[in-house]
């Protein structure tokens, strides 16, 4: 079954602090992995886009990491802000003869505090 | 910058009514989406266009119906709103080129 399953659910951290948000899937045939941020009452924001062949990919303080043979995908997120404070969603897309699918996790909430 | 915009940032219906969410896009994306999202349960498709007057049901399309005249709207009508329809809706926008899925900034629903 194609599945994205996200952890922790929800993650509580200090400002300033670094964190770690987790991805695993079970998608088949796999065509790339995504990572969006949303903030609260908006729409989600893509942050990266990684195919296959990447392992790592950067965005500012957000560092994308992707291990296709484990099917694992994390996002480290360096010297955290308030406005980090935001729920992620890792997208996986589902590629084939029959056309592209877009597999969603349920996300993680990040609160940053001061 | 793409720029996807939908109709209503909040909107509050009565049982029974008909519903109009309209979402405009201007990067002549061929593709376009409705998802609704609802806490523990993530985003899910209801349905989604990849050309003028074509559309393809999603994981979640009844109760639901779409229309796309033209290429840069695409509007999702419920028939009848029901409670069980409140919900955050979106809309999203894909380039065939690279896959990108831009969204836009949602519609909270509620129907009461």
């Known amino acids: 079954k194609n599945q994205v399953e996200q952890s922790p659910q929800s993650l509580i951290i200090l400002e300033g602090k670094n964190c770690t948000l987790q991805?695993?899937?079970?998608?088949?045939?796999?065509?790339?992995l995504r990572w969006y941020k949303q903030d609260t009452g908006r729409g989600p924001v893509s942050l990266t886009i990684?195919?296959?062949?990447?392992n790592t990919k950067s965005n500012g303080r957000y560092t994308a990491t992707l291990d296709a043979d484990t099917k694992q995908s994390s996002l480290h997120i360096t010297a955290s802000q308030l406005s980090d404070s935001a729920s992620y969603i890792c997208?996986?897309?589902?590629?084939?003869?029959?056309?592209?699918?877009?597999?969603f996790g349920k996300g993680t909430t990040l609160s940053v505090s001061s | 910058d793409v720029k996807v915009t939908q109709s209503s940032r909040y909107l509050v219906k009565r049982t029974g009514e008909k519903v109009f969410l309209e979402c405009v896009q201007d990067?002549?994306?061929?593709?376009m989406f409705w998802y609704r999202q609802d806490p523990g349960l993530g985003l899910r498709l209801i349905y989604f266009?990849?050309?003028?007057?074509?559309?393809e049901k999603g994981d979640i399309p009844e109760g639901y119906s779409v229309s796309r005249e033209k290429k840069e709207r695409f509007s999702l009508i419920l028939e009848s709103a029901s409670t069980n329809q409140t919900s955050m809706y979106l809309c999203?926008?894909?380039?065939?080129?690279?896959?990108?899925?831009?969204f836009g900034p949602g519609t909270r629903l509620t129907v009461t």
């Open positions: 999203a926008t894909r380039t065939s080129a690279t896959y990108e899925q831009y």
């Open positions: 991805c695993n899937y079970t998608v088949s045939p796999f065509s790339n």
């Open positions: 990684m195919t296959f062949s990447e």
């Open positions: 997208v996986v897309m589902r590629a084939n003869q029959a056309g592209t699918a877009l597999i």
């Open positions: 990067m002549d994306h061929e593709n």
């Open positions: 266009s990849y050309d003028v007057k074509m559309k």
